[in-house]
């Protein structure tokens, strides 16, 4: 089954622990996301990867980071979270961004105490 | 600043009768439009798209309309039934670009 898997679904944590959750996909897209969602303001991409070993900044990339060694994986590391990173986060997954809908995770809800 | 905006948060529907759900964007260089549904504790889910060169895009009950001089895409559900309330996010792209930028989302209850 087509899927992209994220761990943990939930997490609550304290302020500057580091903690990273992971993001795997089985069908061998190029294009991986992170998003966060937060009441009000819909979903905003954090970072995206074209590919193995290329990465971006979205628009709200600050506290985070990412890597893509491998293409069904990209994690999302928080070095040193803060309660403002409370949030519902999302990967997702295409075959590309041009004309290609987007597979998504089904979400990991952190909250940073 | 946000480039795709749903301004209603909520709409309430009555079983069969239609939905129209409304999404408005600024940047005039997008040119791949989607939407997405999403329940409760569930990842969004591809429901339809729509590219710049059309103006309407049919899927059995969805269908979406595109009006590039307005900078306006609306999906319209019919008839609407109870496994349709969920919350609908409209989400746009440029071909050029590598980036998707999502509305806030709207909550549709379609009431039996």
């Known amino acids: 089954e087509a899927q992209v898997t994220q761990n943990p679904r939930y997490l609550i944590t304290v302020t500057g622990k580091k903690l990273t959750v992971t993001c795997s996909q089985n069908m061998n897209h190029e294009y991986m996301s992170w998003y966060r969602q937060d009441p009000g303001l819909g979903l905003r991409q954090i970072y995206y990867s074209m590919n193995v070993e290329v990465t971006d900044k979205g628009d709200v990339p600050e506290g985070y980071k990412v890597s893509r060694k491998e293409k069904r994986n990209f994690p999302l590391i928080l070095e040193s979270p803060s309660p403002n990173q409370t949030s519902l986060y999302f990967c997702a997954s295409s075959k590309g961004i041009s004309n290609q809908p987007q597979h998504f995770g089904d979400g990991t809800r952190l909250s940073i105490l | 600043d946000q480039q795709v905006k749903q301004n209603s948060p909520s709409l309430s529907v009555q079983e069969g009768r239609i939905s129209i759900l409304n999404c408005d964007y600024t940047n005039s260089m997008f040119d791949y439009f989607l939407w997405y549904k999403k329940y409760p504790a569930e990842g969004p889910t591809f429901l339809i798209s729509?590219?710049?060169?059309?103006d309407k895009n049919e899927d059995g009950r969805f269908t979406v309309f595109l009006n590039k001089s307005a900078k306006h895409l609306s999906l319209h559900i019919v008839p609407s039934q109870p496994g349709d309330s969920a919350v609908y996010f409209c989400a746009a792209s440029r071909n050029t670009g590598n980036q998707f930028y999502f509305g806030t989302g709207t909550s549709l209850t379609v009431i039996p």
């Open positions: 729509i590219s710049s060169i059309k």
